[in-house]
């Protein structure tokens, strides 16, 4: 983080999809970590370069529920893909996007405006969403360049005691 950072900055570089050329699986597992795993493929047809990946995870969560054995435990897939083309030397296009879906258990303890005034639930919090982004980025000169790009993300969050549907969308224009 620089001087300039406020409430903390995260700034995520993503490789360009003419860097993740061919195949990449990575496997594993365990006694906690039952499952996991990540399967990547790129490739290029002339000036656009795609990637495209799965991961998924199973996890155990030790559990001390005497009723129901696995509730805690944690399941995750999520699929994406990324698209390069550098149209000509001044101007690049990205797309990329992913979907994802989860399940966790949980043991959660909430209030009730009524008789019993809380309630301890054992139950599966179940979270999925996807997303897209597009960017067009032009030089214009040595010193200068300027980028347009455009997010939307979709997520469902659903708990034992809230849920939350939200649809987030960006533009951004950005230039130097």
């Known amino acids: 983080m620089g001087a300039n950072a406020v409430n903390g900055v995260i700034n995520i570089i993503t490789k360009n999809a003419?860097?993740?050329h061919?195949?990449?699986l990575s496997v594993g597992g365990g006694n906690?970590?039952?499952?996991?795993?990540t399967f990547r493929?790129?490739?290029?047809?002339?000036r656009v370069s795609t990637?495209?990946?799965?991961?998924?995870?199973s996890r155990a969560v030790p559990s001390f529920m005497r009723t129901i054995e696995t509730f805690d435990d944690w399941r995750m897939a999520q699929a994406g893909f990324r698209a390069d083309w550098d149209k000509n030397s001044r101007d690049t296009l990205t797309l990329q996007g992913d979907i994802y879906h989860e399940i966790s258990g949980e043991t959660t303890t909430f209030a009730l405006y009524s008789p019993p005034s809380?309630?301890?639930?054992?139950?599966?919090g179940k979270f999925?969403?996807?997303?897209?982004?597009?960017?067009?980025?032009?030089?214009?000169?040595?010193?200068s360049d300027f980028q347009i790009q455009a997010y939307y993300d979709y997520t469902r969050h659903f708990e034992p005691e809230f849920g939350e549907t939200r649809k987030t969308f960006d533009v951004?224009?950005?230039t130097t």
Do not use: P
């Not at 906690?32 to 795993?37: A, L």
């Not at 990637?51 to 995870?57: G, I, Q, R």
């Open 18 to 20: 003419k860097d993740t």
């Open 22 to 24: 061919g195949a990449m």
């Open 32 to 37: 906690v970590d039952q499952g996991t795993g």
């Open 41 to 46: 493929y790129g490739g290029s047809n002339g």
């Open 51 to 57: 990637t495209v990946f799965t991961a998924w995870a």
């Open 118 to 124: 809380q309630v301890v639930a054992d139950a599966n």
């Open 128 to 143: 999925s969403g996807g997303n897209v982004m597009a960017r067009w980025k032009r030089t214009v000169n040595e010193k």
């Open 172 to 174: 951004d224009f950005l």
